[in-house]
């Protein structure tokens, strides 16, 4: 019989330095429009989002990165100075999620990293399989730059190990330091497309027996007309990102095909009993629970999240199954969105 993968632990990690407020008061003052602002302060109220930390940390006065004397503090820092820092901060705050395991992972045979605000080489992956004292002899994958799904395409190659290899064992991680990519401007939709993000991590082990929470039946698509709409794009000045207005709209038109949303719940949407949907922000849960044409309540563990946190790119998603974790499970399904725009996901159960 084919294993069964499941995730056996998951642990997640989060920065201490709330950044949350002293973002938006710099945000409003980066634009001169009074209405502009008042536009801004409104869509800022209405976010969801009460909190968002980041690895950055305060000056030696108790300020944030935007105050004087923080690293945003004068002309916008180069892309190298801020690659530095998440060489830094990504394996530390990384290492913090992989402790909150409580598991021993030095006999893992598949270790699996996936970031989407950084590059270094040796990668997050190498720089942590030393720290981690892992066996030469581990097989190693880095996820790149594939955005908020990302958690899903690092458990679903998981899937596909346990299920070649029934006696592996995989430690799937993701790190995300979005603080890194702050800039000043103007522009409305680029303001709160920076107001969405904050910093964290997380990890899971993986498995093919145990208790804990099964995952089968990946899916996956690619919305029509829509590659421009979530964009990551490298600039001088760190990675900037492109998140149009048009997205929720698009993915409530995509949630009124009913082949595709029987084919990622797996039948009939309303007998799924756990959504671990990836809180890109309120506007796209508002999208999912409308066109999915759900009880309000069925996406509280995904706007928690977002309003404790903030959305953590790849990280997201695995902070919404954490809650899971700890839920007795019939039938769950898992699904993010990010740059394509892509909508990536898997089916899930609690296994004894």
Not at 119 to 127: H, K, N, S, T
Request: a neutral charge; charged letters at 15%; proline letters at 6%.
């Amino acid at each position: 019989m084919t294993a069964l993968p499941r995730i056996r632990a998951l642990s997640t990690a989060r920065p201490s330095h709330d950044i949350h407020a002293a973002f938006i008061g710099w945000a409003e003052a980066q634009i001169t429009d009074p209405r502009a602002q008042a536009v801004f302060r409104r869509m800022a109220s209405r976010s969801g989002i009460d909190h968002r930390y980041a690895v950055l940390p305060p000056t030696p006065q108790g300020g944030s990165p935007v105050s004087a004397g923080g690293f945003y503090d004068g002309p916008p820092p180069g892309t190298a100075a801020r690659m530095a820092l998440y060489a830094d901060y990504a394996p530390a705050l990384a290492l913090e999620a992989i402790k909150g395991l409580k598991a021993d992972v030095r006999d893992v045979t598949h270790f699996i990293v996936a970031s989407c605000t950084g590059f270094v080489a040796p990668g997050v992956d190498q720089i942590l399989a030393h720290h981690l004292n892992l066996s030469p002899d581990v097989e190693r994958l880095l996820v790149g730059f594939m955005g908020c799904y990302a958690a899903v395409s690092a458990l679903r190659s998981a899937m596909h190990i346990i299920r070649s290899q029934p006696k592996a064992k995989v430690l799937v991680v993701t790190v995300e330091l979005s603080c890194l990519h702050l800039n000043a401007t103007q522009d409305i939709e680029s303001l709160l497309a920076m107001l969405q993000f904050g910093d964290g991590a997380a990890a899971a082990l993986v498995t093919g027996e145990g208790p804990g929470l099964a995952l089968y039946d990946p899916f996956a698509t690619t919305l029509p007309d829509s590659a421009d709409l979530i964009r990551w794009d490298i600039g001088d000045t760190g990675f900037v990102m492109h998140l149009s207005g048009k997205v929720p709209a698009l993915i409530t038109h995509a949630l009124q095909d009913e082949g595709f949303v029987r084919n990622l719940a797996g039948g009939d949407p309303q007998s799924v009993d756990a959504w671990a949907v990836h809180a890109g922000g309120r506007s796209i849960l508002d999208a999912v629970e409308h066109g999915l044409r759900l009880d309000p309540d069925k996406l509280s563990a995904s706007r928690s999240i977002l309003r404790e946190g903030g959305n953590m790119s790849s990280s997201t998603l695995m902070f919404v199954l954490a809650r899971y974790m700890q839920q007795t499970v019939t039938r769950g399904v898992a699904l993010a969105f990010g740059p394509g725009v892509a909508a990536e996901g898997f089916r899930f159960r609690t296994v004894a």
